[in-house]
């Protein structure tokens, strides 16, 4: 019997107008890209995530792998309502529960965003260089492009540094990792979340600020324990970078904040 591949049951589904229980969540899976092409990548991500076989038919499918699919589903589904209920808070506040939550982030990620559509536009007039005034009237056109390079600088040096202030944009990166994610996968993979992490317990007692805490297992090796080193020195000195770049920057909205108008 010829098995029934899942994208061209897809395919075929969603085409109608009233669908079968089963349909329907054959479309939600591939559209929320729970089900994906059948690739080696894929296979192997599967297969660490499920410890089963990668479906690729409709035949396939089994009880287990149902249930963890509605689950995703599910998750899915409330980050959808989740979105929409932000984008009505956008629209009646101007702000949202998400701006308020991670506010830090929040302003890194839109206020590059705001400078590059401000610099397309502005008409204002910046108090930026003294010498500017000395050009004489009949090289008023030098005078004018001088002003809009100078202008264009000082916002692009902002824009560089919101960037770099950013966790996920700043082009400081951890040149250990990758060497020390693997570590970590590796240790995972072997011991589970218990053969790395332990919670104190009320007999152990709590830190030094009186909090019980997940504390890493102590059992490293000397090349592991350098590694670990090597990998949270590095992360300190890219966090000393990125607070830099925002001392820069706010000095530098602290000079020029009456001047973003156009």
Known sequence: MEKTNLFDFY?????KEEKTELEQFIIDCINYKIIVKDTKANREWFKDCYKGKFPVYLEDLTMQHVKQFKAMIRSHKKDEAYEEKLRMQKYKKGYSDKDVYNFCYEF?????????????????????????????????????NLYISRVDQVLDRMIFLLNE?????????????????????????EHGYSGIYKVFT????????GCYRLKYH???????????????DYERKIH???MKCTDEFFDLLKEHFWDLWY
Not at 11 to 15: A, D, G, H, P, Q
Not at 165 to 189: A, G, L, P
Not at 202 to 209: A, L
Not at 219 to 229: A, F, G, P, Q
Request: charged letters at 50%.
């Open 11 to 15: 395919n075929s589904s969603i085409k």
């Open 108 to 144: 890194v990620e839109i206020m590059p965003k705001i400078l590059k559509d401000f610099k397309k536009k502005k008409l204002a007039y910046w108090e930026l260089d003294e010498n500017l005034h000395r050009i004489t009237d009949a090289n008023v056109h030098e005078k004018e």
């Open 165 to 189: 202030m950013n966790e996920d944009k700043c082009s400081m990166k951890n040149i250990y990792k990758k060497e020390y994610r693997k570590m970590e996968d590796n240790k995972r993979r």
């Open 202 to 209: 009320d007999t152990e007692g709590p830190d030094s600020d």
């Open 218 to 232: 102590p059992e490293y090796s000397k090349e592991e324990k350098e590694l670990k080193d090597k990998y949270f």
């Open 240 to 242: 000393e970078y990125r």
